[in-house]
């Protein structure tokens, strides 16, 4: 058996948290960046919605100020929703083998030694099976509240109908992601695949829950209408059309 399961730890705050600063200021939009889940691609799709507000912030948030309109980084929807308790919340799910692959593949092409995990697989030349025993629920980590607090879950595996289903969310049609930073894994077999999936069993359940958010989303069976009033207070209307 593997170590015990680590927990995902991003980068490091770059600076001391300024939480008392922002109190006042109207919520952002919060986009939890699940590592290999297209966060950064879907950057690209921030920082068209959010202009010049778009941050990125991995770690405690430093030097808030009012202009910021969108929080995006490796942080547990957890942490912003304790200092954004009404902010609208997206994210977007991977099929946890694929993601496990793609980040075997990219802690082997750009290791971060800084990371105890990615230093052991390293140090012991882990395969994507002892991988998948030592940080099984990354997901599960970062989403780490109720799916239905999300007002928007994106599906890597069903992109171009997520980004529809976002568009319609925030008013803004004709939204598109280009790829960016995409590691394909090395392919593996059935065996391989099935034993990761084994013990992803609750990122798969959650990745299923995340499906079925989707296409809730899609039929239009639920919607808070945050992302809506946050993208309206950013655009005025002559630009949504």
């Known amino acids: 058996m593997g170590a015990a399961p680590a927990a995902w730890r991003g980068p490091a705050p770059i600076g001391p948290s300024t939480a008392d600063d922002v109190t006042d200021m109207r919520s952002?939009?919060?986009?939890?960046?699940v590592p290999k889940t297209a966060g950064t691609s879907f950057q690209v799709v921030l920082q068209e919605l959010a202009g010049d507000g778009y941050r990125r912030y991995d770690g405690p948030p430093v030097e808030i100020d009012p202009d910021i309109t969108c929080l995006h980084g490796h942080v547990p929807a957890s942490v912003r929703l304790e200092q954004f308790p009404d902010a609208p919340l997206v994210a977007w799910l991977r099929h946890p083998v694929d993601r496990l692959l793609s980040h075997h593949r990219y802690w082997s092409e750009c290791p971060d030694l800084n990371h105890p995990v990615c230093a052991r697989m390293c140090d012991e030349g882990l395969g994507p099976v002892e991988l998948a025993e030592a940080m099984p629920d990354?997901?599960?980590?970062?989403?780490?509240?109720?799916?239905?607090?999300?007002?928007?879950?994106?599906i890597v595996e069903q992109v171009d109908v997520s980004l529809q289903s976002l568009a319609r969310l925030t008013g803004r049609p004709g939204l598109d992601m280009p790829w960016v930073n995409s590691?394909?894994?090395?392919?593996?077999?059935?065996?391989?695949?099935?034993?990761?999936?084994a013990l992803c069993a609750d990122e798969m359940e959650l990745y299923r829950q995340g499906l079925a958010h989707l296409l809730a989303t899609l039929r239009g069976e639920r919607s808070t209408g945050r992302l809506l009033e946050w993208s309206n207070a950013l655009t005025p209307s002559s630009a949504r059309r």
Do not use: E, N, S, Y
């Open 138 to 154: 990354v997901q599960l980590q970062m989403l780490d509240v109720d799916l239905d607090r999300f007002d928007f879950v994106g």
């Open 28 to 33: 952002p939009l919060v986009a939890v960046h």
């Open 183 to 197: 590691t394909a894994p090395v392919p593996h077999d059935d065996r391989d695949r099935q034993r990761i999936a």
